[in-house]
Nanobody, 115 residues
């Protein structure tokens, strides 16, 4: 099983980034997908989740209205569109694939919001 995140980088406050997560080794359509982040010295925070069918999404209050999660079941991809970025969004962002039985993580991608 592999989850490979990409799309992180340095962006100015107010800017946008789109993170991607490529999944392999799993039956992608059977997994709920989520994005988390972890800032230095803090715990891992759930940001956004999308159900296996893509019918339902949920967001943390800290990113609601700014971030959008989506999935492409044909290409086994999940995305996180991040707009209106703030310095406090600086963190390592992780992709997660889960069922009731298992939980997989990617290696993370760094997002730095700074002028």
């Amino acid at each position: 099983v592999q989850l490979v995140e990409s799309g992180g980088g340095l962006v100015q406050p107010g800017g946008s980034l789109r993170l991607s997560c490529a999944a392999s080794g799993i039956t992608f359509s059977g997994y709920h997908m989520s994005w988390y982040r972890q800032a230095p010295g803090k715990g891992r925070e759930l940001l956004a989740a999308i159900t296996s069918t893509g019918a339902t999404t949920n967001y943390a209050d800290s990113v609601k209205g700014r971030f959008t999660i989506s999935r492409d079941t044909v290409n086994n991809m999940v995305y996180l569109q991040m707009n209106s970025l703030k310095p406090e969004d600086t963190a390592v962002y992780y992709c997660n694939a889960a069922t009731w039985a298992v939980n997989y993580w990617g290696q993370g991608t760094q997002v730095t919001v700074s002028s």
